[in-house]
């Protein structure tokens, strides 16, 4: 499985970005798909992700601002970032793997992973 994340930049804050992540050798049907961030000196930390294609989990901090869809017809996951803070300044990576409902947020259940797309949020 490769993964390829792209859409990160600079924006001020209170504005949007949309992070894209195209999945090649699996279909979003099979396992979960989902959205990590890394800040400077933090551990890495649960998005938003998408579960055998359809079902959708977010984490707390970003509800509400993130939505997460897919296209499948391009095999392409996407993370619409409404309302952005300058806490939400990270580098963004989409992960794929099978975790279980419990460890669905932890990135050692991925084992595929993008290289990373830096979001920078000014004051």
């Known amino acids: 499985v490769q993964l390829q994340a792209s859409g990160g930049g600079l924006v001020q804050a209170g504005g949007s970005l949309r992070l894209s992540c195209a999945v090649s050798?699996?279909?979003?049907?099979?396992?979960?798909v989902s959205w990590f961030r890394q800040a400077p000196g933090k551990e890495r930390e649960f998005v938003a992700g998408?579960?055998?294609?359809?079902?959708?989990y977010y984490a707390d901090s970003i509800k509400g601002r993130f939505t997460t869809s897919r296209d499948n017809a391009k095999n392409t996951m996407y993370l619409q970032m409404d309302s952005l803070k300058p806490e939400d300044t990270a580098v963004y990576y989409c992960?794929?793997?099978?975790?279980?409902?419990?460890?669905?947020?932890?990135?050692?259940?991925?084992?595929?992973w993008g290289q990373g797309t830096q979001v920078t949020v000014s004051s």
């Open positions: 998408i579960r055998g294609g359809s079902t959708k």
């Open positions: 992960a794929a793997g099978s975790p279980i409902s419990s460890t669905r947020s932890s990135p050692e259940a991925y084992n595929s």
């Open positions: 050798g699996r279909t979003f049907s099979s396992g979960t």
